[in-house]
């Protein structure tokens, strides 16, 4: 479904091609895991649209039409293991918490459409470099020249996707900072309400801990660029 969107408009106004456009995506998935399919039960009365099979089978020739009956979708999970392999770890055990850390950032790239822009293989390297950055900080020079020295990856797209992917975790680290000092910062009597520091102490910590970078509030933590420096 992302990939029919990202390829054909989809009229506004007109609700009920969206829900037509998801029924269609499901049965194609369900014919193509060999499932049965029910389209009278994944439809609800309701809802104001009820869809024959004959209409469906009309989107999903559009659908399939519009992807080059590609159906098969080429996700950055699919390049994970290929550009590990490409890292010289002196540690092969730490392979997989470097996985698991790249495919979480993965997942969480997935809610944002700006990621859209980038190829599968940009965003899985990209994703790699952060947790690089995060759980082994000392080789991310090393991990970064690996990469680098793919003939397949595009510098320039590497570099914004990193950085993309990178304000993306700051960001949900300041979300979850400030909602640790929300919770400790309530009192929970008067004798408490004492000894909580003010709201404009409180002020001052977050302003203290946060920089400004393109117009929006992060975390002041280590920023490692991709073109050979830090900022802060």
């Not at 946060?210 to 929006?216: K, L, V, Y």
Request: hydrophobic share 40%.
């Amino acid at each position: 479904m992302d990939r029919f969107i990202s390829r054909q408009e989809i009229p506004q106004g007109k609700p009920w091609i969206l829900r037509l456009l998801v029924i269609s995506c499901l049965s194609l998935a369900a014919k193509m895991k060999n499932k049965h399919f029910s389209i009278s039960n994944s439809q609800e009365a309701e809802a104001g649209f009820i869809f024959d099979t004959q209409t469906i089978n009309r989107m999903e020739l559009l659908v399939l039409d519009a992807l080059n009956w590609r159906m098969r979708s080429i996700t950055p999970f699919s390049f994970v293991h290929f550009f590990v392999s490409l890292f010289e770890l002196k540690d092969p055990s730490s392979s997989q918490p470097l996985k698991d850390r790249a495919t979480e950032i993965i997942f969480k790239a997935q809610n944002e459409i700006k990621f859209l822009e980038f190829k599968p293989s940009i965003i899985a390297a990209s994703a790699l470099l952060v947790a690089s950055n995060e759980r082994f900080p000392l080789q991310f020079p090393c991990f970064k020249f690996s990469i680098y020295s793919c003939e397949f990856v595009n510098e320039e797209k590497l570099l914004e996707c990193f950085n993309a992917l990178q304000e993306m975790v700051e960001m949900e680290w300041y979300e979850s900072m400030l909602d640790t000092m929300s919770c400790t910062r309530t009192p929970l009597s008067v004798l408490d309400r004492h000894f909580t520091k003010s709201e404009s102490e409180t002020t001052s910590i977050i302003t203290s801990t946060t920089t400004i970078t393109n117009g929006s509030t992060v975390p002041e933590i280590k920023r490692r660029k991709l073109n050979g420096y830090s900022s802060k």
